[in-house]
């Protein structure tokens, strides 16, 4: 499976995003402070900047990405809107937004390594894509290693969003409705997306 490798501060710098977006709070960088001096950008580079900001944020590859346009393009409702609805309901971002990881990337790692199960059947495929009704939870087996033991205990508990409700008791969490544009709190213009790709 591909991966994507690359610095996450760096990265961010370079998409224009706070590394809060990707899960880390204290991730910075200050190198090279006066680098893109170049005030005026193309239509185009406007356009590819969204499109590598939801790639990088949620992980995914050129290919799934492109594949998650066309379904978007096929179904009803605005294609931006739809393909950021399609991409949030990945099973990694899932139970990175139910707190069960601190990153997307931590959220996948756990899910290949076969720490949760939906509907009571163990998924190990992070772009699974969840449904209304459908309920997440880690997996009886790992409850009892350190990694979730600490986070059943811990105070510390991200707010989930309306579209998720969590039971922290338990370590599952169910989806209770579709995700909406609202709901995504990733500052991008999806409408330059749909215009990249209608070329």
Known sequence: MAKNMQP???RCKTLGISPAVMGYSKKNTHRNANTNMRKKKSE??????EKQ???FVYGIMEKQFRMYYEKAEKAEGKTGEVLLITIERRLDNVV??????RTRREARQLVNHGHFTVNGKRVNI??????????IAVCEK??????FKDLAGADEFVAVPKWLERSKSDLSGKV??????????LPVEETLIVELYSK
């Open 8 to 10: 996450v501060a760096k």
């Open 44 to 49: 185009y580079s406007l356009q590819l900047n």
């Open 53 to 55: 900001k939801v790639k």
């Open 96 to 101: 990175y937004r139910l707190g069960f990881a």
């Open 126 to 135: 992070p772009s699974f894509l969840v449904k209304v009704g459908d309920e």
């Open 142 to 147: 790992s409850r009892s290693t350190t990694r």
């Open 176 to 185: 209770i409705a579709m995700p909406e544009r609202e709901d995504i709190d």
